[in-house]
């Protein structure tokens, strides 16, 4: 049986933005710092909760209705029971809650929620929570399509899974957590987001607003996903709404055979590090100028190899099913 979110008493959006406003004068801001993405991590599994019906509306700001704890969601609590009792991850999991800017509806129905796994690049939408440890699983398992699942469970989560964007930006807008996400991370969200459409690109760019992540003091913090783009798996801090255009343009420009962020010169200020790493690798990767050669040859060359990353997620995501 499905069960919905217990109800909770949550501020109102005058004390809120009150509190945000006081705390965030009592807080500093910093320049975003290389090696500064605790973990390290290796798989990012976020959820879309279902919102509680004496939640907080607030237009315009993704996740304002977010308790300082999401961990506490039952959704959530699954996933992380479910990373916690297998064997066969893949590294470490980070675990957070998302919406997506674009959307203005509701979010899922009580009892379900819509998933997203990086860097498996997989969506579910209205997923039962009782099936959310079984869609953790095959995201995260070293090899998903030997894990032991009945049929009907298998087609269950096949009809709730959606094709994932080529690249996908998280902007940390926990404001019940920290002020300065709570104040930067909406409006960021927000212009990224119009930038994003005025270009035409939201078949294949998607901004999120996304629950808290690790370092508030670097706001407004964004991190990149994307299996074939350069970023993938990059944090970057000291964006805010004033400089979202040239950070989008220059996120947009980096071409294959570019180490990302740390490497690409207009992405290198904001570039805090990357999934995966150490701190003292992201360090060392910074103070390098990236670590991956630029490649020579022609463009054919480049397309072969975009064919092939397009290529292995189509098998891994065949794999799953």
């Known amino acids: 049986m499905l069960q919905a979110c217990a109800a909770r008493p949550l501020l109102q959006a005058s004390a809120l933005r009150a509190l945000s406003c006081c705390a965030a004068a009592a807080e500093e801001l910093a320049a975003a710092k290389p090696g500064t993405v605790s973990g390290p991590y290796d798989q990012h599994i976020l959820l879309q909760l279902p919102r509680p019906v004496d939640a907080v509306r607030a237009p315009g700001v993704p996740g304002a209705w977010w308790p300082q704890l999401v961990e506490r969601e039952p959704a959530v609590v699954e996933a992380f029971r479910e990373v916690a009792r297998r064997g066969d991850v893949i590294g470490k999991v980070k675990i957070t809650a998302f919406e997506e800017v674009a959307r203005r ?14 860097p498996a690049g997989l969506q579910f939408d209205g997923l039962p929570v009782e099936q959310v440890g079984l869609a953790v ?22 009809a709730c899974m959606a094709a994932t964007h080529d690249l996908s ?8 957590r920290d002020a300065r996400c709570g104040q930067l991370g909406p409006p960021l969200a927000a212009s990224l987001h119009r930038l994003v459409r005025a270009r035409g690109l939201e078949e294949h760019v998607a901004v999120y607003a996304t629950s808290h992540i690790g370092g508030h003091k670097y706001a407004g913090n964004v991190v990149c996903y994307g299996a074939v783009h350069p970023c993938d798996g990059d944090w970057f801090g000291g964006v805010n709404a004033g400089n979202a255009e040239s950070f989008l343009d220059a996120l ?28 003292e690798e992201q360090r060392e990767l910074w103070e390098q100028g990236g670590g991956i050669e630029e490649l020579e040859g022609s463009g054919d060359e480049e397309e072969e190899i975009d ?15």
């Open 105 to 118: 509806d509701e979010g899922p129905p009580p009892g379900a929620c819509n998933l997203l796994a990086f």
């Open 137 to 158: 699983a095959l995201a995260t398992a070293d090899e998903p399509n030997k894990l032991p699942m009945r049929a009907s469970d298998r087609r269950a989560l096949t």
């Open 169 to 176: 930006l998280f902007v940390c807008c926990h404001a019940a």
């Open 252 to 279: 947009l420009a980096v071409e294959l055979g570019v180490d990302g962020g740390a490497e690409h010169a207009a992405l290198r200020p904001f570039w805090r590090g990357r999934m995966g790493l150490s701190k």
């Open 307 to 321: 064919e092939e990353l397009e290529q292995l997620l189509a098998e891994r995501r065949r794999g799953l099913l």
